[in-house]
């Protein structure tokens, strides 16, 4: 993605991702329910930050919000379990995207109106309102106890797969894992052609040269709404996903310390390459269970982390490899 | 009508607070273009840093107006700490970045941040840090027939030195003409001879300065609590998207409307009050975008 | 009729009117020469007909429409195309993918999300040959940020080219850029406009330049045109000489040295 042509031919390319597909399919043999459970949260953040490099990486656009967007997936597939009593996962996934889908295109068209410092503030701001809105009303989310979604309520494929009776805890890691990987590939081929899209080119240019972009006919403003609007929706997917997963939803995920996480996954990877938010949020999914198990004051090791990247490493883990590479190779 | 009187009192102090930590944000803009996402979090340390000076050292019990003449000299020392901060934080991790993207400054100020956020809890724990003995030991007039603690009347009068003080600090002496140049234009400054550089770290320091003044002067009346430093970061943008980012008096008026806005809005619709300023916000920024004041 | 006219074109920065009152007539398939001393308007003159500063006063008609409030975006689309005086590329992008999304742009192609631009044949292909009408066929890989000075402004100038527009505005595309590749630009740049009928205006300094290729000079000064005409014209007008050069006579125009 950084400006020099890519060799993409198809066969090299599933000369690479096939074997990862492969392995990802193979793993939970080998790694145990618990490590596949893990697994599966990196999965779902690895949707969110590939979102939100849509934005960052690729339009140059830097949201403080996203928050909003995985909690109003999140919270709009447990108003749907308690409310409506709807608990295929299907249904689920619609109904959170449509909502995430009205949020994203309000707060984008109030956002990309902006100079991009502006811009990120509104997206923290915006996002600070849901989150508020969320704790006050408490007797509609649940407040700080937020509202649970339980496990053994959920479908899958329309009802063919439920996880009632005995051995469900198992069968849902299980179960649950592959549906999640399933639609993470999914997911990651559709930004993949997105991002190599003509279109995913114009982001490019508006990112590079807002004032250049305009004088080749692209009407900027709407093409960063566009791509808010998309950027949102695969946040919100990862959030819907997320949900049956940690079984409850509260307001912490709306609160801006996520938002945080979520820059800095993209961050770690390496926001100016396709795969660096996909390896940052594995990563960094690890990276959290470890280091809060260890601190209080993870948020302190996360920030200090952050700011040593942007000094030291701004182009992330997928970004240095290669130079990494060439130096070992010419050594 | 005295409740009337006192809302207005509450405004105006809340205004002045307000003022402090966007007059800062807005210096450090106009002069540097740069926005720091970790101003309100220089506030907060500011507010801790001095909550815990004045009650290490002059305890809970303090009484007497020589103790309380102690306490309001200790008071400043949360804005000298958070200015000198700045100082130390502009030349080792800004610098580096000024001529990268300008997401880079807006990523390492979120890194610090979230630093400082932890840091606070880190230090000073999770209950609130209070310099109430000031407040008490000043005590309260009436107006009417309510009480209202005079020390609100000190912070009042703290932010209209501040905008006097400011106004003419930067309009009137040397050094304001060569903020002001440099703000203008910095290639050419530099040009001219200017060490930008060194104008640069003292603008930061300054625009800290007065974020940490903010803290300080609010603590005896607030206590100190985890959070505020976002909060105070939410309300300072509001204040410099209306008023506009890079000037004086858009932080003067903008920090009067949201003061009185939110005064309002507490008595009113205590439940959506935040949400009433970020309509504001929004609102002032589709019609003029840069604020009412701003610099592009 | 005109391709474009400006009927008393006028925008003011407080105190200093960089245009002033200008009108102006371009006709199809000219090549013609903005000059004039620096801060004469010509740059503010580009500015204003292509939308990037706004008009206060005056008209401008294209192909005998009227555009003065129309924004940049739809006068790409109508057809009016320019370069910038600093260089504006797409830094991170390659040369070949700076001219791909020009094209693409032209073509309607960037709202397109679900097919890869590396596909598309025709697109590539005409992004190619125009990189090889510029010689920049041979950098096509590099990233725009890293090439040389020159050649990012035939890229800014092949961007502009790429659109297919009608009226080419080229603002300074020879500055920064050594005497001895000046010339090649500007073979290049004349070649490639001509064999394809645009008509272009082109702001320059380099008299040489301006006399060997152009139809028609314009001469600004202070915001207004001083005098317009063909070189043979403006090389024996002495009140011209006198404020593009500061002398008058048989020499004035001759480059020293």
């Keep these: 993605m950084s400006s020099v042509a890519t060799n993409l031919s198809a066969s090299r390319l599933l000369a690479v991702a096939l074997p990862i597909v492969v392995i990802l399919l193979a793993l939970p043999q080998f790694i145990g329910i618990y490590q596949t459970e893990l697994l599966t949260y990196g999965l779902t953040f690895a949707i969110a930050a590939l979102g939100f490099n849509l934005l960052l990486g690729y339009t140059g656009l830097l949201s403080f919000g996203?928050?909003?967007y995985f909690g109003m997936g999140a919270y709009t597939v447990a108003f749907i379990g308690r409310d409506l009593n709807i608990h295929s996962m299907e249904l689920c996934i619609l109904g959170g995207l449509f909502s995430t889908f009205l949020i994203s295109a309000l707060f984008g068209y109030v956002c990309v109106r902006h100079t991009r410092i502006f811009f990120g503030i509104l997206t923290l701001a915006l996002s600070q309102v849901l989150w508020s809105l969320a704790f006050k009303f408490f007797w509609v989310t649940g407040g700080t106890d937020g509202i649970r979604v339980a496990r053994n309520s959920i479908t899958l494929l329309g009802g063919l797969i439920d996880f009632k009776g005995s051995g469900s805890y198992q069968r849902f890691v299980y179960s649950y894992y592959y549906y999640v990987l399933a639609l993470f590939v999914i997911a990651t081929v559709v930004m993949w052609v997105i991002a190599h899209s003509p279109f995913g080119k114009a982001l490019q240019a508006i990112r590079d040269n807002e004032t250049r972009a305009r004088f080749v006919g692209i009407r900027v403003r709407r093409y960063r709404w566009f791509a808010f609007v998309i950027s949102g929706l695969f946040t919100g997917l990862a959030g819907i996903l997320w949900v049956p997963l940690n079984g409850l939803t509260t307001p912490d995920i709306l609160y801006w310390p996520f938002s945080g996480e979520i820059i800095f996954m993209t961050v770690l990877g390496g926001f100016r390459t396709f795969t660096g938010p996909i390896v940052g949020a594995i990563a960094f999914n690890y990276l959290k269970v470890y280091a809060v198990a260890s601190s209080q004051y993870w948020q302190l090791v996360l920030g200090g982390v952050l700011m040593a990247l942007v000094i030291l490493l701004p182009t992330g883990i997928v970004g240095t490899l290669p130079r990494l590479f060439g130096k070992l190779r010419r050594s | 009508m005295d409740i009337l009187v006192i809302q207005l009192l509450n405004s105006i102090f809340y205004a002045a607070v307000l003022f402090l930590i966007a007059a800062g944000l807005s210096l450090i803009y106009g002069v540097m273009r740069i926005v720091n996402l970790a101003h309100g979090s220089f506030y907060a340390v500011g507010a801790y840093v001095s909550a815990w000076a004045v009650g290490s050292v002059f305890g809970a019990a303090a009484t007497g107006s020589w103790q309380l003449a102690g306490q309001l000299l200790l008071l400043p020392i949360g804005a000298i700490a958070v200015a000198a901060l700045g100082a130390l934080i502009e030349p080792t991790l800004l610098r580096p970045l000024y001529n990268r993207p300008e997401e880079y400054i807006l990523l390492i100020t979120f890194g610090m941040l979230m630093v400082l956020e932890d840091g606070m809890k880190l230090l000073f724990g999770g209950t609130p840090l209070s310099a109430g003995t000031i407040m008490d030991a000043m005590g309260s007039f009436h107006i009417g027939g309510l009480l209202y603690p005079a020390y609100n009347l000190v912070v009042i009068g703290v932010g209209v030195l501040a905008v006097i003080g400011l106004w003419w600090f930067i309009y009137r002496t040397r050094f304001g003409v060569i903020l002001r140049a440099t703000s203008q234009d910095r290639r050419m400054a530099s040009a001219l001879g200017l060490n930008v550089g060194s104008v640069y770290v003292k603008a930061f320091a300054i625009g800290c300065f007065m974020a940490g003044l903010g803290g300080a002067v609010v603590v005896p009346a607030q206590a100190a609590v985890l959070g505020m430093g976002i909060d105070a970061l939410v309300l300072a943008f509001v204040v410099t998207v209306i008023g506009g980012l890079g000037s004086l008096e858009g932080a003067l008026i903008g920090a009067l409307i949201v003061?009185?806005?939110?005064?309002?809005?507490?008595?009113?619709?205590?439940?959506?009050?935040?949400?009433?300023?970020?309509?504001?916000?929004?609102?002032?920024?589709i019609v003029r975008p840069t604020g009412l004041f701003g610099k592009g | 009729?005109?391709?474009?006219?400006?009927?008393?074109?006028?925008?003011?920065?407080?105190?200093?009117?960089a245009v002033n009152g200008v009108?102006?007539?371009?006709?199809?398939?000219?090549?013609?020469?903005?000059v004039g001393p620096n801060g004469a308007g010509k740059t503010s003159l580009i500015n204003v007909i292509s939308a990037h500063?706004?008009?206060?006063?005056?008209?401008?008609?294209?192909?005998?429409?009227?555009?003065?409030?129309?924004?940049?975006?739809e006068r790409v689309k109508a057809g009016i195309a320019r370069s910038f005086q600093l260089v504006n590329v797409f830094d991170d992008l390659s040369a070949f993918d700076n001219v791909a999304l020009a094209i693409f742009a032209r073509?309607?192609?960037?709202?397109?999300?679900?097919?890869?631009?590396?596909?598309?044949?025709?697109?590539?292909?005409?992004?190619?040959?125009?990189?090889?009408?510029?010689?920049?066929?041979?950098?096509?890989?590099?990233?725009?940020?890293?090439l040389s000075q020159g050649e990012r402004k035939l890229l800014d100038v092949a961007l502009a080219y790429a659109l297919k527009p009608k009226l080419l505005f080229l603002d300074e595309p020879t500055s920064g850029v050594s005497t001895r590749n000046k010339g090649q630009i500007m073979d290049t740049i004349a070649s490639v406009v001509r064999s394809d009928g645009i008509t272009a205006v082109i702001v320059e300094h380099d008299m040489d330049v301006v006399f060997k290729y152009s139809d028609r000079i314009v001469v600004m000064a202070q915001g207004s045109i001083f005098a317009q005409g063909t070189p043979d014209e403006i090389r024996h007008n002495d009140e011209v000489a006198m404020v593009l050069m500061g002398t008058s006579g048989p020499d004035a125009f001759t480059t020293k040295g």
Excluded at chain 2, 270 to 283: C, G, K, M, P
Excluded at chain 3, 23 to 34: A, D, G, H, K, P
Excluded at chain 3, 62 to 70: A, K, N, S, V
Aim: hydrophobic residues 45%; without cysteine; charged residues 25%.
């Design chain 1, 66 to 68: 996203h928050s909003a």
């Design chain 2, 259 to 285: 003061s009185f806005v939110r005064t309002a809005g507490i008595q009113f619709f205590a439940e959506i009050e935040l949400a009433v300023l970020y309509l504001i916000a929004a609102a002032v920024l």
């Design chain 3, 1 to 17: 009729m005109a391709l474009l006219q400006t009927i008393d074109l006028t925008r003011h920065f407080g105190e200093t009117k």
């Design chain 3, 23 to 34: 009108s102006l007539s371009i006709e199809e398939r000219e090549f013609v020469s903005l």
């Design chain 3, 53 to 73: 500063l706004q008009s206060q006063s005056g008209q401008i008609l294209f192909q005998g429409r009227d555009i003065t409030h129309l924004a940049e975006t």
């Design chain 3, 107 to 146: 073509e309607g192609k960037t709202a397109h999300l679900n097919r890869l631009a590396h596909l598309d044949t025709a697109v590539t292909r005409e992004a190619d040959t125009v990189l090889e009408q510029f010689g920049l066929a041979a950098l096509r890989d590099e990233r725009s940020r890293d």
